[in-house]
């Protein structure tokens, strides 16, 4: 049955390639394929398919098809046929023309495979013919490039052709095999930048995504030579050969993703060997003389890339490890340079700050605390054993040493703050008269002042000196310098008030001087970056940031400044605009915490006198007014878990509820009451809190006012406080009219203040039964008003007003009686006969579980 089958889809499959259907056709002969073990009628199948194959340009497909038909029958002349269309167009012309030979062969007058054969051995001859002129212009590149007679811009375009020819694969190879390294290594040899250039950027062309062709090129060339070629002053120079080392390391550890094919896969090197060597070498630039600024950075962006595990999910950090253990001094000893010194390594504006990130990502590696006390072991050895008492110098390099950890692991270098004489030589530095110590000793301070008890211990013993130094020195460098120690230790308290060191006002003549700082250009870039380092410190300040921010000039210098090549300008600038746009997390502040704090007294973070709430508390007459005004305006149109976050939602509440008074505006009694509505509508222990600052009586008064709006406001802030128990507990009082005025309220013309109203109503009756009785006592009008409110236009006044009519038939049978007697019944039918579309359904379920109550009493019965 099943060979039957088998047939008849073949069949069905030549019905469906006649009908040009060929992926129909392929399903049918793949699912013959799987019934049948005749021989003969697989060869069909695969023939077949591999024909569909060839119509849906599926050639990988097809020439497998093909093959095992093949394997089936050798001379079966239509499957070589099919295989050789296939192969020639997936450019394996070699073995396209050994199928069509051996078809031309069997059949000698078939001219479809005469033609065939003069076609492919034409494009086998052209493909040779391009091979042959490859390696002829690879040569002749070559012979260009070495001659010294040969005209400029014939070179620029050889050495241009070759770095593209390099950045392919075929090209690639082909300058491999044809001695193109050796080749490569003689226009090194030249010492001319721009044959040196090429060959670099050829060299990293090829090594880009193949394993062995790096490893033969990292020994050919070696890696002290790369290196050399590294440090040079060219910054072009630098780079290129930066992007040559990182294609090795990338192809050597397999980080470069490229598919490898041939012999290349089958490779099994040990490279750990030679990214070892790498490493070590890259760490001896960082401390030789004969490295450039430029080369410095490049050895430092390579280590920083390459050392620290990319995913710490990684159990394997022994490449940082070693860093620690072989490079950590020559590391410390970058961030220890001082410029003005002799004994300075060459650096640029960005070196001493790449070594601090590089410190940075190596400690954030560490995966435990024995790992983490040996750097610091190692950093304390080099710093202490940097102390001399009769070398001043050497001083220098220590306390510049720890400024530039305190700019990497904050963690780290607020430890070694605590080392034994750091912050009382950074002091002293302050008063050398040596514009050098002054210099680094101010940087350093500025740096300390991140943690806010040794900022504490440098105000005490340090400020005093600062302000001499800016006062006296006519050096520019040191004088920015201070204005930005000051300005530091000026904002040490962040946004907590209470750590304010210096007066009122002091900050903002500190802001003006960086502005002007700022803004003039006769000043070096270097200097003025640290305008803007200020000013990331005094934004924090209210009154700064409107300043800086309507200071249009000053803000197109810090985006000018911002474009330059010092790099370490951009964290000030983002700090500044984060400051200026309030772009920061605030954490939530636990009463519980602060009273425990207070307890055992310790300091307690005090929000600036300015901001609104304190305002609104304990600000003049007028500022009370216009803060708690400002404050409603927030709350009436704010989710106040955004606006007010934490604990601070209930501080809003007071200065709301005294703005409620009939000497205020109308605008700002109705803004009060929606900001009320706002926070009752959020939790009971807001409702809670608004009953306990005695806001019902206001509430309630507002209610009566002749003003449609703020009767309205009013209205809806009682119905969320008619959710808190001890409200409900007034309604239930007897001897007051809260009950009977919400009733009429729920018969005026104002459909707002009745939908208020009527919710209001619907949860009191909903929560006790004596106010259900309670309401039919309080005005004769009550039914005529529940009725209306049962046929109301608008759904949720209607919906509210079925809910009150449901309490009261459940509150008491013979309330039941009574209204089920009344037009309230004919009312209930007609809404609950209506069929419940989407904007009706709450309404009609309403209704009908009312006449549900009215058949459970027995007042009404089904009709079948």
């Known amino acids: 049955m099943a060979e039957v089958e088998a047939v008849q889809l073949k069949e069905e499959g030549n019905r469906h390639f006649q009908l040009q259907d060929y992926k129909a056709a392929t399903n049918s002969y793949s699912q013959a394929l799987k019934l049948t073990k005749d021989k003969a009628l697989l060869a069909t199948l695969y023939r077949n398919r591999a024909a569909c194959g060839l119509k849906t340009e599926s050639y990988v497909q097809a020439a497998s098809d093909a093959s095992r038909a093949i394997d089936i029958n050798s001379s079966d002349i239509k ?141 050919a060339v070696r890696i002290d030579r790369i290196c050399s070629l590294m440090a040079v002053e060219n910054e072009e120079m630098s780079l290129a050969v930066c992007n040559l080392l990182q294609a090795i390391i990338d192809s050597l550890s397999g980080e470069d993703k490229r598919e490898h094919r041939g012999k290349e896969e089958a490779l099994v090197l040990d490279t750990k060997k030679d990214l070892k060597q790498i490493t070590s070498h890259l760490l001896d630039m960082l401390v030789s003389k004969k490295v450039s600024g430029q080369g410095r950075d490049q050895a430092l962006n390579l280590l920083n890339k390459n050392v620290p595990r990319k995913d710490l999910a990684i159990h394997d950090n022994s490449r940082t490890i070693y860093v620690v253990d072989n490079g950590l001094r020559k590391i410390l000893k970058v961030v220890g340079q001082v410029p003005d010194l002799p004994s300075c390594l060459p650096l640029t504006d960005n070196t001493r700050m790449l070594a601090s990130i590089l410190i940075n990502k190596l400690y954030d590696d560490l995966r435990c605390d024995p790992e983490r006390d040996h750097f610091r072991k190692i950093c304390e050895e080099y710093i202490t054993g940097k102390f001399d008492p009769q070398d001043m110098d050497k001083n220098l390099n220590a306390i510049q040493t720890v400024s530039g950890i305190l700019q990497g692991p904050f963690d780290l270098g607020n430890q070694l703050l605590g080392l034994k004489g750091v912050m009382e030589m950074m002091v002293a530095l302050c008063g050398s008269e040596r514009e050098t110590d002054q210099l680094v000793a101010v940087e350093a301070l500025i740096h300390a002042s991140t943690k806010l008890s040794r900022a504490t211990f440098i105000i005490t013993n340090g400020v005093s000196l600062l302000k001499q130094i800016y006062k006296t020195t006519k050096n520019e460098k040191i004088k920015i310098r201070t204005l930005v120690g000051l300005c530091k230790l000026g904002s040490a308290g962040g946004t907590d008030y209470g750590l304010r060191q210096f007066a009122e006002g002091s900050t903002e003549k500190l802001a003006k001087q960086c502005r002007k700082w700022l803004c003039n250009m006769s000043i070096d870039t270097r200097t003025r970056r640290w305008a803007v380092e200020g000013l990331a410190y005094l934004t924090l300040d209210a009154d700064v940031k409107d300043d800086f921010v309507q200071d249009v000039p000053a803000l197109q210098a810090m985006f000018e400044l911002a474009k330059t090549s010092d790099k370490t300008i951009l964290y000030s600038v983002a700090t500044t605009l984060v400051n200026c746009t309030n772009s920061y997390d605030v954490k939530e502040v636990i009463p519980e915490l602060v009273q425990l704090a207070k307890f055992s007294k310790q300091h307690v973070p005090e929000e600036h006198p300015k901001a609104l709430i304190p305002l609104a508390l304990e600000g003049t007459d007028v500022g009370k007014v216009k803060a708690a005004h400002a404050l409603a305006k927030i709350a009436a149109v704010s989710n106040p878990d955004i606006a007010f976050p934490g604990e601070r939602v209930y501080e809003v509440v007071r200065p709301l509820v005294r703005l409620l008074d009939t000497q205020r505006d109308g605008l700002q009694n109705y803004e009060a009451l929606l900001g009320l509505t706002n926070l009752s509508g959020r939790s009971d222990k807001l409702r809670q809190k608004i009953f306990k600052e005695r806001a019902l009586p206001d509430i309630e008064n507002y209610m009566f006012e002749n003003h449609d709006q703020l009767r309205q406001a009013a209205t809806e802030c009682m119905c969320n406080m008619v959710l808190h128990k001890e409200v409900q507990e007034r309604f239930l009082a007897d001897g007051n009219d809260r009950l009977k005025l919400v009733v009429l309220l729920c018969g005026e013309d104002d459909d707002k203040v009745q939908n208020a109203a009527a919710g209001a109503l619907a949860m009191l009756t909903a929560a006790h039964k004596k106010l259900c009785l309670k309401m039919t006592q309080v005005t004769t009008q009550w039914l005529e008003i529940l009725q209306r409110l049962c046929l109301h236009d608008q759904l949720s006044v209607q919906h509210r007003g079925l809910v009150i009519a449901y309490n009261l038939l459940a509150a008491d049978a013979e309330l039941a009686k009574k209204l089920v007697e009344s037009e309230l019944l004919e009312i209930l039918t007609v809404v609950g006969k209506q069929e419940p579309d989407e904007k009706k359904a709450e309404v009609v379920q309403t209704a009908r579980e009312c006449l549900i109550k009215c058949m459970d009493y027995g007042f009404i019965k089904p009709v079948s």
């Open 79 to 219: 499957a070589l046929y099919r295989r050789c269309q296939a192969l020639e167009h997936l450019g394996k012309l070699d073995q396209a023309f050994k199928d069509v030979q051996r078809c031309a062969t069997l059949e000698p007058r078939n001219q479809n495979f005469q033609e065939m054969l003069r076609r492919l051995n034409t494009s086998i001859q052209e493909k040779l013919r391009v091979q042959f002129s490859t390696d002829s212009r690879v040569q002749k590149m070559f012979e260009i490039l070495l001659d010294e007679n040969s005209e400029a811009d014939k070179r620029e375009k050889a050495a241009n052709n070759l770095i593209v020819l390099g950045r392919e694969e075929a090209g690639a190879e082909k300058i491999f095999q044809n001695n193109g390294v050796a080749l490569l290594l003689q226009l090194l040899d030249t010492k001319k930048p721009e044959l040196v250039l090429a060959a670099v950027r050829t060299l990293s062309g090829m090594c880009s995504g193949h394993q062995a062709r790096a490893t033969v090129i990292l020994h």
